[in-house]
């Protein structure tokens, strides 16, 4: 019986706090086409001589089928399973469209002082995808 080995060196680049667009359907124009996702880290690995560059993000989901009716944007959550744990994915980065600047939505109680920017994706239950940011966002989101 033959044995096959599965050689791969993966060279980690950095831990990230970006928010992408994500091509998840091209034949479909704007946001019904895109998902958003937040990015863990770059990584890269070669197989077979070709070098595969890849990033870990955790998903996002889009709130309802279209923008919020009271500002204009597109309502999205962190996505998690049925146990809690957050819906991580590796993807090919040109799978990236481009990045993204979400708004938390920051309801009614007080923001504590000592968070960090870094930390927002997990202290907010729910983000305003900001339309406003440019005119390649506005485009997608409209």
Same mark, same amino acid.
């Given at each position: 019986m033959?044995?096959? +080995?599965? /050689?791969?060196? +993966? #060279? +980690?680049h950095?831990? !990230? =706090?970006? %928010? ?7 034949? #479909? ?5 895109m998902?958003?996702? $937040?990015?863990? %880290? /770059?990584f890269? /690995? ?7 560059? %890849? !990033?870990?993000? $955790?998903? /996002?989901? @889009?709130?309802n ?5 009271d500002?204009g ?11 809690h744990?957050?819906?991580?994915g590796?993807? $090919? #980065?040109?799978s990236?469209?481009?990045?993204? =600047? ?7 109680h007080?923001?504590p002082?000592?968070? @960090? ?6 202290? +907010?239950?729910?983000?305003? #995808?900001? @339309? ?8 997608? !989101?409209?």
């Amino acid at each position: 019986m033959p044995k096959f +080995f599965l /050689f791969v060196s +993966f #060279v +980690f680049h950095f831990e !990230t =706090h970006y %928010c992408v667009f994500v091509n998840t359907d091209a034949g #479909v124009e704007g946001m019904g086409g895109m998902d958003i996702a $937040h990015v863990i %880290c /770059f990584f890269s /690995f070669t197989f077979k001589a070709v070098l595969y560059p %890849c !990033t870990v993000v $955790h998903w /996002f989901n @889009k709130v309802n089928d279209g923008p919020d009716e009271d500002t204009g944007m597109w309502i999205v959550q962190p996505s998690y399973d049925i146990a809690h744990s957050p819906s991580i994915g590796i993807i $090919h #980065v040109d799978s990236i469209y481009r990045t993204e =600047h979400l708004i938390p939505i920051y309801g009614t109680h007080a923001i504590p002082y000592n968070l @960090k920017y870094y930390d927002s994706y997990d202290a +907010f239950q729910a983000f305003y #995808v900001n @339309k406003f940011a440019d005119h390649h966002a506005f485009e997608i !989101t409209s």
